[in-house]
């Protein structure tokens, strides 16, 4: 989990590529992770984002490669992860990603479900650890997520997107 190989693509479809990793294990790279304009016998670098599943899923993304690298430094005895910029506001890392204006901010939620993610099979010191509990929060954050910022006198994001991978991020302590 979270080891990063050079990939070939041994098939494509409208959802994805097949993929062979540097040890011969088969993958699958799906076209939102980075396997959309790939072809048959191309190659590129990915991360392993879920070894449970045969043929075991892998991403090309940018941010998968982050998170991957900043989990494999930590080692699985070491506590839930703790990302580089967890005092960075998720607006502020939102920022210089390469997309239009309408999805500049989906880099957000698209981090804070990776975060999410690789944090669930621990869930240590989570408030709210099953999906029930979790599910209630973010929606109750959801819809006064602009008073949190208020309250600590943070300036309200305009995107949405950072709006809701706030709300994603602190729906794990929010009651």
């Avoid at 072809?39 to 449970?52: E, I, L, N, P």
């Avoid at 494999?72 to 580089?84: I, W």
Wanted: glycine share 10%.
């Amino acid at each position: 989990m979270h080891s990063e190989h050079d990939a070939v693509v041994t098939g494509t479809a409208p959802w994805g590529a097949a993929v062979r990793l540097t040890d011969g294990v088969p993958g699958f790279l799906d076209h939102l992770k980075g396997g959309a304009s790939l072809a048959v016998g191309d190659t590129c670098h990915v991360v392993v984002v879920d070894d449970a599943r045969d043929p075991v899923r892998v991403s090309a993304s940018q941010a998968d490669l982050d998170i991957g690298r900043r989990l494999h430094r930590r080692g699985p005895q070491e506590g839930p992860p703790v990302p580089d910029d967890e005092d960075v506001p998720v607006a502020e890392r939102a920022r210089g990603r390469e997309d239009g204006p309408a999805l500049a901010g989906r880099h957000a939620v698209l981090d804070a479900l990776a975060l999410l993610r690789s944090e669930l099979p621990r869930a240590e010191g989570w408030e709210n650890d099953d999906l029930a509990g979790f599910l209630e929060a973010f929606e109750a954050l959801l819809g006064c997520v602009e008073q949190v910022y208020l309250s600590e006198s943070r300036p309200v994001p305009n995107d949405p997107w950072v709006l809701v991978a706030a709300a994603l991020e602190g729906a794990r302590y929010y009651e």
